[in-house]
């Protein structure tokens, strides 16, 4: 039986993805929550702090940006929300279900089936093409085809494959191989292998960090199309105050493992970031 968090939502939220007549995300009525986080603690040994009593709300239609320096906790904080990280205290509750504190369990392998994660450094199969690097998106699902080729695959799943490909704006680019891929390229092929999961939450940590501003700024635009389609809600991270400020309808701004800011995208201006990088 799931175990559900009953917890009240943060009172400042966001909603669904619309553009507003200067370009960047305006806010509509959001959905559910889908992620309640309570009392969040996580440290890396005996001295080293990196949560300190974090909670966050997200609901279902928001596109979230996670801002704060290096160094603030704000990848910690995604890696430990679906898992991949071990908290010390708290409560994380994903799609009804609690996300046990050591990572393991039946309940949380359903939670990443319903959720895409997209990494910085975007961590395809160099050899492979495009297409077969997204038809990766789909392990978890059963079937030995899928850690080979494409080729192999279900015609079904190679479908959803292009399709993901055609929605990031590479369908022209799935038979080339990843190591011929621009960074930018590469980094919306690592999109489209989070999309063909059908994701009802997709994270991304640091998308643009590593690529160039022209990049990062298009890699960002393919984020906020989806964001803007309804397909998914959207959980990002960064250190570049534009970004937040133009592609999120929220900002969460983390300051030393605190949450030190959380409010509509629309109500906030730059300087009203940069107390959390001083």
């Known amino acids: 039986m799931n175990d559900v968090i009953d917890a009240a939502a943060p009172p400042v939220v966001a909603g669904a993805a619309v553009r507003d007549t200067v370009g960047r995300l305006a806010e509509t009525p959001a959905g559910d929550a889908i992620l309640n986080a309570i009392g969040l603690w996580k440290s890396y040994g005996a001295d080293v702090t990196v949560l300190r009593d974090v909670e966050l ?6 596109s979230v940006a996670l801002i704060g320096a290096n160094g603030s906790g704000k990848s910690t904080l995604l890696k430990c929300l679906v898992g991949l990280l071990a908290i010390d205290r708290g409560e994380i509750d994903l799609f009804g279900c609690r996300v046990r504190r050591d990572g393991r369990g039946a309940a949380l392998r359903a939670i990443r089936r319903q959720t895409g994660f997209v990494f910085q450094n975007h961590g395809l199969v160099r050899r492979l093409c495009a297409l077969s690097n997204v038809v ?18 279900p015609a079904a799943i190679r479908r959803e494959a292009f399709a993901a490909l055609d929605a990031v704006g590479l369908a022209d680019k799935a038979m080339a191989r990843a190591d011929e891929l621009s960074g930018g390229q590469a980094q919306r092929v690592a999109i489209a292998r989070a999309l063909v999961r059908k994701p009802r939450l997709l994270i991304a940590d640091e998308p643009a960090a590593s690529l160039d501003p022209a990049a990062g700024h298009e890699v960002m635009h393919t984020f906020a199309r989806i964001a803007a389609s309804g397909t998914s809600t959207l959980l ?13 309808t929220r900002i969460v701004g983390l300051r030393q493992g605190v949450v030190a800011l959380d409010a509509p995208a629309a109500t906030l201006r730059r300087s009203d970031l940069e107390h959390l990088f001083a």
């Open 57 to 62: 709300t997200v609901r279902e239609g928001e």
């Open 136 to 153: 990766h998106g789909r392990l978890g699902d059963g079937g030995s085809w899928l850690a080979v080729h494409h080729a192999i695959a």
């Open 236 to 248: 990002f991270t960064t250190h570049d105050m534009e970004h937040a400020l133009h592609f999120a």
